[in-house]
């Protein structure tokens, strides 16, 4: 259940969940449309309960890792993670330098929901035990937040189309 302190997106896509969920789960196309204005590499990326997503993006010359843990998966519909935003190479968690009170740690779930011709994904990030400070800042960065996740859906669009117009 959500509170307050949890950050919430929802979007519709003229698309399936199976198209959908394809963006979100092969990883030349999450490469494409994670952390937009940044190349994106994984270093992981699996799919079963305990497994690793290791994201590096980079802006020139400076890099900044992320780390994903699956917790539980749904083919087509359902994504839980923890997500360290702020870890080293080696998937450790690091404060962020930006962002010193960034919380390092908060449970992503991802759901997708078909309704008539498109699909309904609906995004939430939860903390995890964070600091009063912590979670001011996060509060303080939800529309910064917003404007990053509709620039990757907006990317996303662009593949689905792509997808679409390949008959895959």
């Known amino acids: ?3 307050d302190a949890d ?3 929802e979007r519709e896509f003229q698309s399936s969940p199976a198209l959908l969920w394809k963006a979100w789960t092969t990883p ?21 309960s305990g497994d690793i997503w290791l994201i590096e993006m ?6 900044h890792f992320q780390k994903m843990t699956v917790k539980d ?3 087509n519909t359902y994504l839980a993670w923890d997500h360290s935003s702020s870890c080293d190479a080696m998937g450790q968690p690091v404060v962020n330098p930006q962002m010193p ?16 011709d498109s699909c309904t994904l ?3 990030q939860t903390l995890i035990n964070a600091t009063p400070a912590q979670a001011q800042c996060f509060a303080q960065a939800k529309d910064g937040m917003h404007k990053g996740w509709n ?18």
């Not at 030349?28 to 079963?48: D, N, S, V």
């Not at 980079?58 to 890099?63: I, L, M, R, T, V």
């Not at 009170?101 to 008539?116: I, V």
């Open 7 to 9: 950050f919430i997106i």
């Open 101 to 116: 009170d960034w919380p390092p740690l908060m449970l992503t779930e991802l759901e997708l929901k078909a309704q008539n």
């Open 28 to 48: 030349a196309l999450f490469a494409r449309w994670y952390g937009p204005g940044a190349k994106t590499i994984l270093h992981e990326f699996g799919l079963t």
């Open 151 to 168: 620039s990757g859906f907006a990317a996303i669009d662009a593949i689905l189309t792509e997808l679409k117009a390949a008959g895959r």
């Open 122 to 124: 609906s995004l939430s």
């Open 58 to 63: 980079q802006w020139g010359e400076q890099s």
């Open 1 to 3: 259940m959500s509170n």
């Open 73 to 75: 998966i749904e083919q």
